[in-house]
């Protein structure tokens, strides 16, 4: 199983960003496909998950309204689209894949490499 992440950048505060993540070597229609995040000095925190099968989405409380998820079945592949953007959403972006609640914090077999995501001010 390998999760490839792309995207991520500097950008200005209020600015737009898309992050990527493309699922590969086993279906993945049972599970659950997220983004967390983890800035310097704090713990890793989950942005946002998906379900695969149902669409079904949990947004975290501070990026509701400005974050969306969406997914393209064809190409195995999620999209975390970021909207107005601050610096604290400065962290390194990863994608995570494992057949697991939608609202599960941890427990993620799965990981892609990370991806920085730089919101000036």
């Given amino acids: 199983v390998q999760l490839q992440a792309f995207g991520g ?21 049972s599970d659950t496909m997220a983004w967390f995040r983890q800035a ?4 890793r925190e989950l942005v ?13 409380d501070s990026v ?8 393209d079945i064809a190409k195995n592949t999620v999209y975390l689209k970021m909207n107005s953007l601050k610096p604290e959403d400065t962290a390194v972006y990863y ?16 990981w892609g490499q990370g991806a920085q995501v730089t919101v000036s001010s």
């Fill in 9 to 29: 950048g500097l950008v200005q505060a209020g600015g737009s960003l898309r992050l990527s993540c493309t699922a590969s070597g086993r279906t993945f229609s």
């Fill in 40 to 43: 310097p000095g704090k713990e």
């Fill in 48 to 60: 946002a998950a998906i379900s695969w099968s149902g669409g079904s989405t949990y947004y975290a």
């Fill in 64 to 71: 509701k309204g400005r974050f969306t998820l969406s997914r």
């Fill in 95 to 110: 994608c995570a894949a494992d057949q697991i609640g939608l609202a599960s914090m941890g427990g993620y077999d799965y």
